[in-house]
């Protein structure tokens, strides 16, 4: 795990302690070459664009939800379906385009969040637990995939759980991009009470499997 670098600071004359406004453009840019770091996207998801995919009558609800909540900069909208129906691909284009935008976004699986703050543990991580839980909490856009892999432990449920209150509660102020293959009602029911809050959405997205689609178009 590569750790964050951390951010230069200066005296304002008044004994505050802030951060150079000089350096505010170069802090974020490291910011954003972190988060790529810790993403797991592979160079290919990286160029995935909502301009560059096909935007058919099944994934358009979904699409237009995510791109409204971001053009406001605020709101959660969870995506639900069998797997294949184009999840993943919204939400790595949301990311995308929020940090072509120049704001912090972060994309990783339930699993991959939980082991990011688990290695905060690590003897040798220099990043410690409180300074990953910030980032994951106050990023401008987390998209968190696979909502629905089994937390198996207390503590990754207690976790778990806090990241999604810690969203909602700022639902006003960023944005929460979540996916789940399970339906609402099969997520624990303090989750099921956050995500289908009246100012969240909930999609479900309906239609063939891509992925089957894609290789059958290419053995074709």
Known sequence: MVDEPGFPVSENGLGKIVRCSCKTSEDRERRQRYLERIDGLKPQERRLRFDAIQINEHIRPAATAILEALQRGAGMVTLTGA??????????????????????????????????????????????????????????????????????????????????????????????????????????????????????????MRGPDMRRLMQWEEAA
Not at 87 to 100: E, F, G, P, W, Y
Not at 128 to 154: Q, S
Not at 170 to 179: H, K, N, S
Request: hydrophobic share 40%.
């Open 83 to 204: 797997p294949g129906r184009g999840k993943s691909t919204l939400l790595i284009c949301a990311v995308n385009h929020a940090r072509q935008e120049g704001r912090t976004a972060v994309y990783a699986t339930m699993t991959e969040i939980l082991d990011y703050l688990r290695n905060a543990y690590a003897p040798d991580s220099r990043l410690k637990f409180d300074a990953r839980w910030e980032l994951l909490t106050t990023a401008d856009v987390l998209a968190l995939d696979e909502l629905d892999e089994p937390a198996v432990t207390d503590w990754a449920r207690e976790k778990f759980f806090r990241l999604i209150d810690e969203r909602w509660r700022g639902i006003d102020q960023r944005v929460t991009l979540l996916a789940t293959n399970a339906r609402i009602s099969q997520l624990p029911e303090k989750v099921q009470s956050r995500l289908q809050d009246g100012r969240a959405e909930v999609i479900e």
